[in-house]
């Protein structure tokens, strides 16, 4: 069994900066066997991808956050980072974690195995 044990995120003005973290657990796992990537859903919209990385460091970006959103992880501490600037209203959400084991580059939510609680990110002024 993979727990997702997600942390950060809140509120902020347009402009503004978050970090969220995951943290994944469970017997024998290991980010070294899994792309680990961010997913949004906004009231009333589909979840959609943010960004991915895989085993190798490779990334995946959506258009909507290239250039704002920065996806990393720390493989020996089993932890996943999102880093969001230049926060626009638009990217208000609930932010999750997913994991899945082996490689892709696709940000498609249906591939994906586990996934964390949620977390909220609220962009307002």
């Known amino acids: 069994q993979v727990e997702l044990v997600q942390s950060g995120g809140g509120s902020v003005e347009p402009g503004g900066s978050l970090r969220l973290s995951c943290a994944p657990s469970?017997?024998?796992?290991?980010?070294?066997?899994?792309?680990m990537a961010w997913f949004r859903q906004a009231p009333g919209k589909v979840r959609e991808g943010v960004a991915l990385?895989?085993?190798?460091?490779?990334?995946t970006y959506a258009r909507p956050v290239k250039g704002r959103f920065t996806i990393s992880q720390e493989i020996a501490k089993n932890a996943i980072y999102l880093d969001s600037t230049s926060l626009k209203a638009e990217d208000t959400a609930t932010y999750y974690c997913a994991a899945y084991l082996g490689r892709t580059l696709v940000l498609q939510p249906s591939k994906f195995n586990y996934w964390g609680q949620g977390t909220q990110i609220t962009v307002s002024s």
């Open positions: 469970g017997l024998n796992f290991s980010l070294s066997y899994y792309t």
């Open positions: 990385i895989d085993d190798l460091d490779r990334v």
